[in-house]
């Protein structure tokens, strides 16, 4: 008999698509190293939205956000307002949505 059949089954976890999932407040980013130096600047530009984009499509998914037509700019921003971080531009928000849409 195969190991795999041996493993029980996990419980079946809350689902939180009816309710939001609190932040853990104060937002805390992870240690940040230095980007490798000699990149045109324009590539740093596109990969700190890149990382910022991500950090909001987290945090919306962990809030009950779940599809790119709830993400409006709004939310997009009230949620960046919420875990600390700048607002995001309209180019950044459009690549939030982007993230969530391409990750189903």
């Not at 029980?8 to 698509?17: E, G, R, V, W």
């Not at 700190?48 to 984009?53: E, G, S, V, Y």
């Amino acid at each position: 008999m195969p190991a795999a059949a041996l493993k029980p089954k996990p419980l079946p976890t809350q689902s939180t698509a009816q309710r939001s999932v609190l932040f853990d407040s104060p937002y805390e980013p992870v240690a940040k190293r230095p980007l490798p130096a000699g990149r045109p600047r324009e590539w740093y530009v596109a990969h700190n939205r890149r990382l910022k984009a991500m950090r909001l499509a987290i945090a919306l998914l962990d809030s009950g956000v779940h599809l790119p037509g709830e993400a409006r700019d709004e939310t997009i921003r009230g949620t960046a307002e919420r875990i600390g971080m700048r607002p995001p531009s309209d180019t950044t928000c459009h690549m939030v949505r982007a993230l969530m849409r391409y990750s189903r």
